[in-house]
Nanobody
Framework: QVQLVESGGGLVQTGDSLRLSCAHS????????MAWFRQAPGKEREFVAA????????YYGDSVKGRFSISRDDAKNTVYLEMNSLKLEDTAVYYC??????????????WGQGTQVTVSS
C-alpha cells in the first residue's frame, strides 16, 4: 500500500521561498508519476505540478509557471516542490499525489494528507 507524507509547509512572507517534500512509501517509487495539487479555502483543488518517472517531463499549472519547480529523488523515494517568489494567493493546503500512469493525467490513485502553506504580507 502506498502512503504519501508531505512536509515543509509553514508561514512565510510574500517573496519568500519554501520547499515542500513528499515521502513515498511502498515499492517501486521510481515507476510512479508524482504531482502536487493545492486547495485554498472555499476554492476547488488546483493542479500545481507533475513529474513523470525518469524526470524527463514536467508540467506546471499556469499560476505557478516560472516560480515553482518540481523534482524527485528516486534514491530517497521523495518528490519536492520548490516554491519561489511566493504570493498571497499561493496560500493553500498542498497535497502530494502519485500514480503509476503517465502524465498529464486528471486523476491520481494515491494522496497525502496535505501540508499547509500560508503566505502573509
Amino acid at each position: 500500500q502506498v502512503q504519501l507524507v508531505e512536509s515543509g509547509g509553514g508561514l512565510v512572507q510574500t517573496g519568500d521561498s519554501l520547499r515542500l517534500s513528499c515521502a513515498h512509501s511502498g515499492p517501486s517509487f521510481s515507476y510512479y508519476s508524482m504531482a502536487w495539487f493545492r486547495q485554498a479555502p472555499g476554492k476547488e483543488r488546483e493542479f500545481v505540478a507533475a513529474i513523470n518517472k525518469g524526470s524527463t517531463n514536467t508540467y506546471y499549472g499556469d499560476s505557478v509557471k516560472g516560480r515553482f519547480s518540481i523534482s524527485r529523488d528516486d534514491a530517497k523515494n521523495t518528490v519536492y516542490l520548490e516554491m519561489n517568489s511566493l504570493k498571497l494567493e499561493d496560500t493553500a493546503v498542498y497535497y502530494c499525489a502519485s500514480d503509476l500512469g503517465t502524465i498529464p493525467r486528471p486523476m491520481y490513485d494515491y494522496w497525502g494528507q496535505g501540508t499547509q502553506v500560508t503566505v502573509s504580507s
